[in-house]
């Protein structure tokens, strides 16, 4: 966006000096808003990008195990976006989950994340998100059953789950590490797909990033430190992945593609090696070892195995790092929920596009070849080949899958 644009929006909104420096000051203020929006990622879930509707302006429906919960406008439309909103009220929506009109915000909008973001990194963001033009979005009614349909329901739940906190830096760690968890913590909200949920939907603390399901994908671990679903990545490699959407040991896709796409890859060197530094730093406890399958089941999934994915993922495993993910040492294939690999299996699976990595990667679809079983057999067995050690999968959590993606 042009500086004179930004400038403009911001002297109507009476924020803007006259003085040279004074705009200077501005100026660089939307920028630090533009990559804490950036960084927060509030485009994919504020943008319909199913309806190809303009960004910001809301209306994506996110499907949580409650219902479905539709973003909202984020322009400065005075009528449905938030135009008249003043700073305090963005402040207090984006810290307490309340908008406006004192209404209760459902946590489908992270601010049980965002609530740790100082106050000036807030109003940064409320004063980029003024220098969008308004666009008129009518939001359409969320799908909720009674009694979550009525907001103050939402108190009920916040004085369970949800805590109105400041990041408090840790002064035995470094500025980077502090970093670090401040963006995964806060801005970057890595918590909200990567953690447990109780069936409330809140946090589990004891869940921290070691996993979590959305809309039948499984957020693998990602702790970095012994034991962590990321204890074999390097620092470079989380950064590779976030940065350029390719790393040795595997991809973004779907959601996680999305994370890469709008907001990672365009975040700094210094911020990504921060949450690097800061999830190398999370151990976790040893896995459970697992009830081996039976010989008759290894020797039917191997033989799916090297018959229809041993010729890009190799025959021990190790596929072609950056190009075909090695299967010897997945954390996607060995997560505790196998939804992630099942439903790649089933439906294929597209590495996102990056400025770093433009060329296509594709994991071709299985469904119309493999039946529930097979794939169940050909997983059980890649779950335990070489140094995976993980419990087997049944046919019928493939052919759960398989309905649920019939319907979706
Ligand atoms: C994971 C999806 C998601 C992300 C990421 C997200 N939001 Fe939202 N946001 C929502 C949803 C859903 C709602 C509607 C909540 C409701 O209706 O109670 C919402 C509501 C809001 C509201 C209240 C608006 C109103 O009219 O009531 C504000 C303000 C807001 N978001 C700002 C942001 C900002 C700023 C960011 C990025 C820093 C962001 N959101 C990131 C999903 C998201
Ligand atoms: C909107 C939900 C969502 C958010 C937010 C999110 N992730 Fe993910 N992430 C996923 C899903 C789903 C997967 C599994 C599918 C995939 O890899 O594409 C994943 C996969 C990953 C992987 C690959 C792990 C592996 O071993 O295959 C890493 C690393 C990762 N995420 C890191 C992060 C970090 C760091 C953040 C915060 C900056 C973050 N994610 C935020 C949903 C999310
Ligand atoms: C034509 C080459 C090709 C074939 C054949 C193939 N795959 Fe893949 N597979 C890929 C690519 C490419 C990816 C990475 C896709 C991405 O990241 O979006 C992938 C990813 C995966 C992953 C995720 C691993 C990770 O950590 O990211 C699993 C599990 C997997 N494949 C299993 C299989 C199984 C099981 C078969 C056989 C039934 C198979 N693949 C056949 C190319 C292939």
Redesign the pocket.
Known sequence: MRNSVILAALAAAGLVAGTAQAQELAYSQVERGRYLVTAGNCAACHTDMENDGTPFAGGRGLDTPFGVIYSRNLTPDEETGIGLWSRDDFYRAMNEGVNREGQQLYPAFPYTYFTIMPREDVDAVYDYLRTLEPVRAEIPENELPLPLRFRPAVAGWKMLFFEDREFVPDPAQSDAWNRGRYLVDGPTHCGACHTGKNLLGGDREAEYLRGGTLENWFAPNIRGGENGGLAQWEIGDIVEFLRDGRAR?????QRMGEVVGLSTQHMTQEDLEAIAIYLKSLNDEPPQAADPITEDRVAAGRS??FD??A???AADGS?VPY?????DG????TAEDPS??IR??LEG????PTEAALGP????A?DWK?SDEQ?AD??SY?RQAWSNNAIAVSASDVADMRSYLEEH
């Open positions: 040991h595997t991809a973004p896709m799916i195995f229809e994915c010729a890009c993922h596929g190009i075909f993910a090695p299967l997945s954390n996607k294939l992630t690999v790649i299996i699976a597209q590495a996102v990667l594709a994991m071709p299985f493999l794939i050909v997983v890649l």
